[in-house]
């Protein structure tokens, strides 16, 4: 079974600054990575995903990450955030099996961005 | 892209009350649909996995006389919280699994239903 480490749980930032929510994962056996974000009260939305080829992946909003499958890593980056970038923000890993994909989520991380 | 739904999107009922929610895959046939449990500031907790017409698998530690789930359809999907207490207050989620545009199988989510027992 996978699982999903999101090593920071809040990140405070001030708007316009580049922020990094980093996401590492146990194994690189045919894997998928997702980023989702959830703002308060609602259900999740897909910012981005990796299923093959180039390894950055650019997403809504602006955001982009990167896949490191030597460092087993997906890092969610963006160059300039904004206020409405707030919100909780997961890792997810989905690993193919023989009876189809599981998904693993990681514990979230907070992102509060300061005017 | 593949959009899910979920109904209700709030609810609150009494201590006591059994609460349905479903949740409806609206283009595309999901074979499998999962349920997921999130609690305030908190990630999502895969409660169970339904195949369409068979029986859930539930994780461990989920009872399954208290969560019923049923897989009718391809499309539809239904979680009932029977005799619902305080704590089962919670945000659900549902998921459905279809076949995406890159040839893959992928998950999309439901926009979730707030569940708040008195």
Redesign the interface.
């Known amino acids: 079974a996978q699982s999903v480490t999101q090593l920071d749980s809040q990140v405070p930032v001030f708007e316009e600054a580049p922020v990094e929510l980093r996401c590492n994962y146990s194994s690189s056996v045919s894997v998928?990575l997702f980023w989702?974000v959830q703002y308060p009260?609602?259900?999740?939305q897909?910012l981005l995903?990796y299923?093959s080829g180039s390894t950055l992946v650019k997403g809504i909003n602006g955001f982009e990450a990167e896949f490191n499958k030597s460092q087993t890593s997906f890092h969610l980056r963006k160059p300039s955030v904004h206020i409405s970038d707030t919100a909780e923000y997961?890792c997810a890993v989905?690993e193919t099996t023989n009876t189809?994909?599981q998904?693993y989520?990681?514990?979230?991380t907070?992102l509060t961005v300061i005017p | 892209?593949a959009v899910v739904s979920?109904h209700p999107s709030w609810v609150i009922c009494k201590s006591g009350t059994s609460v349905k929610i479903e949740c409806r895959s609206l283009d595309f046939q999901a074979t499998?649909m999962?349920w997921y449990r999130q609690f305030p500031?908190?990630?999502?907790m895969?409660m169970a996995t339904s195949n369409e017409g068979s029986k859930a698998t539930y994780e461990q530690g989920v009872e399954k006389d208290k969560f019923l789930i049923n897989h009718a359809s391809l499309t539809l999907s239904t979680l009932t919280v029977t005799s619902a207490h305080p704590e089962d207050s919670s945000?659900y989620?549902c998921?459905a699994?279809g076949f995406g545009l890159?040839g893959?199988?992928?998950?999309y989510?439901?926009?979730?239903t707030?569940l708040t027992v008195t």
């Open positions: 998928y989702y009260n609602q259900g999740l897909l995903k299923l997961f989905s189809g994909n998904f989520f990681g514990t979230g907070s | 892209g979920q499998t999962f500031k908190q990630s999502l895969l945000f989620i998921s699994r890159a893959v199988y992928e998950q989510f439901g926009p979730g707030r």
